[in-house]
């Protein structure tokens, strides 16, 4: 794992640590990659729960409850199905927080309208039941789309557990 992510996966432990919150991940084109971060920290079953790996449409479905109908409406590839898959995480575990990425990372699978780079998150938030969601065209090739994935997806983990500036 490089330096840069390395410090970002000890940065999100204190977050979560800070705001007394336990994080849940859901990974469709990052395989996995963002848990794999978050326990490469010492003491990080203090502030993680789980991971899923959802890389198919069935996965979604069967390990985090993401609608068929969503699925065939939106595509893999959507807020809507990030949305979804973040919230099945809090709903089937202990966590307080849930990151959920899909995502074109290439070199194939891209189209006209989801070109390779198009990546979605979702972030959840038990306090509230507050869901964000935002769709990012990332450059360069399958490593690169990943691992800024898993940057953002865990920079927006501790934009979202920070104290609101007054």
């Known amino acids: 794992m490089n330096a840069d ?3 970002l996966g000890s940065r ?3 977050c979560l640590l800070a705001a ?5 991940t859901v990974e469709s084109c990052t395989g996995g990659w963002v848990a794999e971060v978050v326990t490469s920290v010492a003491g990080s079953s203090a502030w ?7 890389y198919s449409n069935q996965a979604k479905i ?3 409850g993401v609608s068929a109908q969503t699925l065939e409406r939106h595509g893999a590839v959507s807020e809507p199905v990030v949305c979804e898959m973040a919230q099945g995480a809090l709903a089937r575990s202990p966590a307080t927080i849930a990151v959920a990425i899909s995502g074109v990372a ?26 964000e969601s935002v769709t990012l065209r990332l450059p360069g090739d399958r490593t690169a789309v990943r691992h800024a994935a898993v940057a ?15």
Not at 20 to 24: D, H, I, Q
Not at 48 to 54: A, Q
Not at 117 to 124: E, K, R, S
């Open 5 to 7: 992510l390395e410090v």
């Open 12 to 14: 999100t432990g204190q």
């Open 20 to 24: 007394n919150a336990v994080l849940a």
């Open 48 to 54: 993680f729960d789980r991971g899923y790996v959802t």
């Open 62 to 64: 069967d390990l985090v």
């Open 106 to 131: 290439g070199p194939g699978g891209g189209s006209a309208e989801k070109p390779v780079g198009t990546v979605c998150f979702a972030w959840a938030e038990q306090r509230g039941g507050r869901v």
């Open 152 to 166: 953002i997806a865990l920079e927006g983990v501790c934009a979202r557990l920070s104290p609101t500036p007054a």
